[in-house]
């Protein structure tokens, strides 16, 4: 890549952001831990519970689209199957 590249392209860029992000992931892991917590379940005592419940919720909704594209996607020649592009 040139120079001139915007910065988020850079793979040094990439790199640093990915070092911020788990940095700022580990921080915020170990501050879950110091902060009293008011559960109205008791699956919510557990440490972490909002990281991952957050990410089986998102890798759920990954996997049901996926099966909704399976199942709702039409042929690339959907509008003009019949040779006429009226």
Avoid at 6 to 29: K, Y
Avoid at 51 to 56: D, H, I, P, S
């Amino acid at each position: 890549m040139k120079d001139t590249d915007p910065w988020l392209a850079r793979p040094s860029s990439i790199r640093l952001m990915w070092w911020i992000f788990a940095g700022l992931l580990i921080v915020l892991g170990l501050a879950d831990a110091g902060v009293k917590q008011y559960n109205h379940f008791g699956v919510e005592g557990i440490f972490g519970f909002g990281a991952w419940f957050g990410f089986l919720s998102a890798f759920i909704m990954v996997i049901i689209a996926k099966v909704l594209a399976a199942l709702l996607k039409r042929p690339d020649d959907y509008y003009g199957r019949d040779g006429n592009d009226d």
